[in-house]
């Protein structure tokens, strides 16, 4: 044994340490991915868990079509929202005046968009624009809670179709993920006046953007 070890050269040594060494390298790197992976797991199934607790707002859509239906509505409290000179205007008083000046369904539509969120916990700051427009100040809705809104939708003079995008972005109580459902409605011209047309699920399911967290990060990288 004193033989063979006396034999071992410095080369040998030297080859048996970098083997050594490259093993021990290779290890940590396999561990060290071994954590990051099962870290990046627990991450995703978290966030997957949130995901499929979230807020989920649908809607139904009601054509209105004369003002004694609006009344009928008004012990509901819904909230009016009807352009002035182009601006959006939201309004929790009966815009008598201008629905005065507006012709059912000649003119333009008068809708009715209750609001409900029917997901697994509350859904806050929820912006909600037409056409890109603010329609109303922020607010939030807890679970099975219920907004209406009443839309005094014009038709653009010369057009035979007027499209309205309604979008609503909101987060959730529990992470700062923040999600979008987006719709459209097209009020076409025909002969003696107007019709409503709108995606068959008026609200679809909520899809999730970019959260607050990533934002910031990329904000302060910049």
Known sequence: MLNLLCNITAGDWLAFGGALGGALIGALITCWSVVKTIKEGRKTDSENRIIAAKPWLTADINLINNESEIDELLPQKPKFIYFDDGEIVGSNIKPTYRLKQMRFNIDGCVVYIPIKN?????????????????????????????????????????????????????????????????????????????TLAHNVVLLPPPEKIESLESKNKETCNR
């Open 118 to 194: 029917v997901g697994g916990n509350t859904a806050t700051s929820i912006e909600f624009t037409i056409n890109g427009h603010r329609a109303s100040p922020l607010f939030a809705l807890a679970v099975n809670d219920k907004v209406n809104f009443i839309l005094l939708l014009p038709k653009e003079t010369d057009q035979v179709s007027t499209l309205y995008e309604l979008n609503f972005t909101y987060g959730d109580v529990v992470s700062t993920i923040k999600y979008k459902q987006l719709s459209n409605l097209t009020i076409n011209e025909y002969k003696g006046g107007t």
